[in-house]
Nanobody, 128 residues
Framework: QVHLVESGGGSVQAGGSLNLSCAAS????????MAWFRQAPGKGREVIAS????????AYADSVKGRFAISQDNAKITAYLQMNNLNPSDTGVYYC?????????????????????WGQGTQVTVSS
């Protein structure tokens, strides 16, 4: 069982930055991929970034490409999401997720159904 705990959310003005952290514990094979999702008010969950914990290869949704960056620490225990040039459409609850290599490679890195462990979420609010 993978346990994920997010931190770092908050409120910022448009153009500002935030850095989210996700501490992960549990079997390595169950968290071969880490990802960040967000859920805007009244909308479904959107995968915005994913990282392969072994290779470090990254993938991004078009909506955040060039503004957000996913990374991990050397111990591969914590995943981060650096968010720059935030705008009001980035407002939502941000979740950390983990998935196995089999599940993610079968369904795709930006497919929400590929991930089977979730954190509790952290709120990000961007004001204009």
């Amino acid at each position: 069982q993978v346990h994920l705990v997010e931190s770092g959310g908050g409120s910022v003005q448009a153009g500002g930055s935030l850095n989210l952290s996700c501490a992960a514990s549990g079997p390595s094979e169950s968290k071969a991929y880490m990802a960040w999702f967000r859920q805007a008010p009244g909308k479904g969950r959107e995968v915005i970034a994913s990282i392969n914990r072994i290779s470090g290869a990254e993938a991004y949704a078009d909506s955040v490409k060039g503004r957000f960056a996913i990374s991990q620490d050397n111990a591969k225990i914590t995943a981060y999401l650096q968010m720059n040039n935030l705008n009001p459409s980035d407002t939502g609850v941000y979740y950390c997720a983990a998935g196995s290599a089999y599940g993610v490679q079968k369904r795709g890195r930006l497919d929400a159904s590929a991930y089977d462990s979730w954190g509790q979420g952290t709120q990000v609010t961007v004001s204009s």
